[in-house]
Every structure is written in structure tokens, then in C-alpha cells.
């Protein structure tokens, strides 16, 4: 294989980070007196028309991001990479349209093999089986990071985070139902480790940086729910990377470290008072909400040095002390249009009122369940967005753009022009995040480390060849 040469990194300052999200969807056929059909049947028909344009069930599209199905025929949607948190939120909710674009088809082609049914794809977290799967987070780091000191001081900040960004959901005990806030809290088994289907750690300590490994590392965080609301995603991931700039620039720290990470996550998802305390490595305890505000005060007390402040920031500030102060005095009523948990959670107390049920009524499950379809006309948080009943960040304009075309300030925007020109040309090509190649002994591997590189000679001479 011949690779042409790569050229230096670009000095990029030091606040710039990458961000990706990856989401893989719960894929569901309703289809009443139906032969049995297999979910890998399903997915099959659902891809076809990806498999007819990218020869494969694992492509890139033209917006640089990635589109494949995952093992349990999840498909999965992993974004390009973003360096703003806006057009990780836009990318994010394209992966929902492009998905959903391919229900129709996959119908069309279930009916052919005899099953009249509607596919449903939802953005959750855990199937009717129990299973779990994720949305998983991606931050670039500097490699001179202390990796393994940032994941352990991260670990408090994520075991408590789902008071304000988690999703939210229905448990069911044998004592009962109740509202949790987290429902993918259940399903973690320990803090870090390099494993994801073994043994499900929070932070994913793999060594794979998709970039230049000697300047930079990847964050991977699994422990997060799926978001719905854009506001929630913009904390979610905002609080996330506000809380590692202060562990970058090395401020001190609380030491919040906690004694037993797989109690706390549990116990701070079942108790919706935020009152129920975590226990420390030095044995004190705290409530979730204490151990969020820490990490908030931290965050604020370096708004102005360490973090510049732009509108963002304060936005991201402003949502989470009204999250947190919302758990704190059990008003939830200042964040049920921003924040997944309390929107859903209002949703589901409005109808248990109106139909007089138990939380563990079949209704509300199909209540809740509709919430994450990501079709516009049965998806409830897609109706209530469109209602006015949920906030928007980003316009329905930006989501149409991000469905076809790449963020133009980082290494996505190389790749979506590589696979828009490869795909007209008609040329075979393989593409992954680091490299761009025409299949072909004569034809040169691109690779391309620095993320933060939008601009390249080599891909335009690549691209050039086609002309030729
Ligand atoms: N250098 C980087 N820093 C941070 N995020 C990155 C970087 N390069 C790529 N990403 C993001 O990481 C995600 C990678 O998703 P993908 O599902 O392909 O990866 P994976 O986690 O490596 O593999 P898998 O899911 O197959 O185990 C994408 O969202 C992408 O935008
Ligand atoms: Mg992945």
C-alpha cells in the first residue's frame, strides 16, 4: 500500500476540541399475524438501499458520517466529526432523519416478502428484552493528558450527570413501578476499562484515537442515554467538555472520587428527590445534586480564565444550575420543555392522570416507548418539538443541510467530499475515519491524522484523478 506523505499538524489552540456522538437505534417491526421474522431480516430490508449505493451495510455518507448496522442488527449512526457543539446537535439529529428515511422502503420490501408491517426506529436505550445499547460520547484530548486521572475524576461527574441530562424512564420492580432518571444506569457494570460488551465501563478506555496518537487521545464515554431534546444534548455533552478544559488546564479539583461507582449510578437514577447520598472514597457522603453543584461551581469559578466566556458557555451554565435546582426544590417546571427526563416525566404524569393508571399501565410503557420513535409523524418528542412543547437549538434548515453535507472546519469535511465526488465518478473507494482510498493497485491511500484539518493538496489530487 502506498501512502503519501503527511504533512505536519496544524497548531490548532489548545480550547478546540472534536466531538462525535454515536447512537445505535432499537430497531421494531409491528406486524399483527405476521410470520415470525428476525431482526437481522429486518435490517437487511431496511439497508437494501444503503448496500445498493455503498456496495456494504457499513458506509460513510457525504455529511462524513458513518451509517452501519451494529451486532443485535442495531443500526447505528456515528456523526461526523464536529467542532462545535451546534453541529454535533444538527449532525446528530440528521442520523435520526437518515435513518428514519429508509423506513419506507424497508416496508415496501417486507411487504414483497410478505409481511405487512411498520418498522419503528427508536433513539432509547433498552429494548422490551432488557437489553441495553447506547449513545456513546467522543472527545478529542491532547495525549499529554493524564488519561487514566481524567477518567477517574470524571467518573463522579458522570455517575451524577443523569440528574440533569438523563433520559429518563419507567422502572419496574417487584414492588412496583417508579420514575427513574437514567435508563441506561442500570445497565453499567463498572467505571473504566477497555472492554464495551464484556464488561460495559462508563468511560471506554480503548487506545484508538482516530488521529495522530502521538498528539492526541479520544475520550470515549458509553455511559450516557440517548437524547431527544437538543437542549439536552447541548448540556450533556457542553457540561462534559466544560468540566474537561478544567481538567486540561489542571485546576484544582475537589476530590469527589467515589467509593463505589456502581451503587452510586444506581441509586442516584432510582431516587428522583436527589436526595439519596453517594459515598465517597474517604467516606463522607453526598446527595447527587451536591456533588453536580461542585462540579458546576468549579466550572463557573473559571468562566473568564481558563474558559472563555461566549454565549454557549452561558447557556450551557444557565440550563445546568436550573437542572439541578429543579431536583433540589422538586419544581420541575423550569426545565420540561429542555431537559429529556422532566419533559417525558411530565408527559407520562399528565396521562396516568388521565387515565387513572399505574405507572406500570401497558399505555404508558407505549407512551414512553413513542416518545423516542424517530419518525416525524409518530414520534412524540418530534410532535412535541414541532408543537412548541420542546425546544430547538438548531433549524430544521441546518438538520436538512447535515443529512448531505460535512462540518466545514474539521477532517469530515475532506471526507464528505471525497465520498460525494467518489459516488458520482462511480469509482470503488473504501473510506474510515483516518484514510481515503480508490480501490486500486495504482491509487494512493490518503491519511489523514489531524482532525482538525479541513483543507488538503493530497485530496485534491486524489480527486483530481478522476478527471484523468
Ligand atoms: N479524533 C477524534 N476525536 C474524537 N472523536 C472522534 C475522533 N475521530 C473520530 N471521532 C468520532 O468518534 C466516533 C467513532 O464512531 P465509531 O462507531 O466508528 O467508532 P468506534 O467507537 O471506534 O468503534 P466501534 O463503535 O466500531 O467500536 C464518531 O462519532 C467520530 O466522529
Ligand atoms: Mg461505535
Redesign the pocket.
Known sequence: MQIAEVPPPLEVEPSRR?????TEFGLHVVAPGSRPITPEEVAGHLFHSVVQWGRSSNVFLTNG??LYI?VGAHP?Y?????DTIEDLIALDKAGERIVQDLVAEGEQRLREAGVDGQIHLYKNNTDSAGNSYGC?E???LRRRADFAGFGRQLLPFLVTRQIVTGAGCITRTPEGAHYSFSPRADHMWEGMSSA?TRSRPMI?TRD????NAEL?R?M?VIVGDSTMAQPTTLLKVGSTDLVLRLLEARVLMPDLTLAKEMQAIRDVAHDLTGQATVELADGSRMTAVQVQQAFLDAVKSHVGDVIERTDEVDSILDLWQRGIDAVRTQDFSSIDTELDWAIKHKLLMRYQDKLQCELDDPRLARLELAYHDVSPERGLANRMEAQGLIRTLVSEEAITRAKTTAPETTR?HLRGRFVREALASGRDFTVD?VHLKFTGQESRTVLLKD?FRYEDERVDMLLGTLSQ
Open positions: 472534536i466531538f462525535g456522538l454515536e458520517s458513518r451494529d447505528e456515528a456523526t461526523a466529526e464536529c456513546h467522543n472527545y478529542l464495551t471506554n484508538e484515537p482516530h488521529a492526541y479520544r470515549h469530515a475515519w482532525p
